[in-house]
């Protein structure tokens, strides 16, 4: 299954001084691009990567089970520091098929009130 996962900075994360900041980069931001880095060729990011112009991460990630998914996210070095968003993904084959139902239902419908 994929999910888009969407990480955003916490306001009270923000670094205060220059050292909180190089320690940022250096100790969570770094690590979290390699950790992005590797998780993308082991494709459990399929797409997306950091956010532009913001301490942001938007990511389609790929897990077999909610477990692994929070493996993944939990895993990234920033975590801890960011609001989550995750949002699950159907498949286009997938929504048509649960449409399909629907779709016989109105046209059942517009054919007897064609009748009537």
């Not at 969570?28 to 979290?32: H, R």
């Not at 929070?70 to 895993?75: A, I």
């Not at 007897?112 to 009537?116: T, V």
């Given at each position: 299954?994929?999910y888009?996962v969407?990480?955003?900075?916490?306001?009270?994360?923000?670094?205060k001084?220059?050292?909180?900041?190089r320690?940022?980069?250096?100790k969570?931001?770094?690590?979290?691009l390699?950790v992005g880095k590797?998780l993308?060729e082991?494709?459990?990011i399929?797409?997306?990567?950091?956010?532009?112009?913001t301490?942001?991460?938007a990511?389609?990630?790929?897990?077999?089970?909610a477990?692994?998914?929070?493996?993944?996210?939990?895993?990234l070095p920033?975590?801890?520091?960011?609001?989550?968003e995750?949002?699950?993904?159907?498949t286009f084959?997938?929504?048509k098929?649960?449409l399909?139902p629907?779709?016989?239902q109105?046209?059942a419908q517009?054919r007897?009130?064609?009748?009537?």
């Open positions: 299954m994929q888009l969407q990480l955003r900075l916490k306001s009270s994360a923000t670094a001084t220059p050292k909180e900041g320690d940022f980069i250096e969570i931001i770094y690590p979290t390699e590797r993308q082991e494709r459990k399929l797409a997306g990567g950091p956010v532009s112009g301490v942001a991460l990511l389609i990630v790929s897990a077999d089970s477990q692994e998914l929070d493996d993944v996210v939990t895993g920033v975590w801890p520091l960011m609001d989550t995750v949002t699950p993904l159907s084959d997938a929504r098929q649960t399909l629907r779709l016989e109105l046209k517009l007897k009130s064609e009748r009537q």
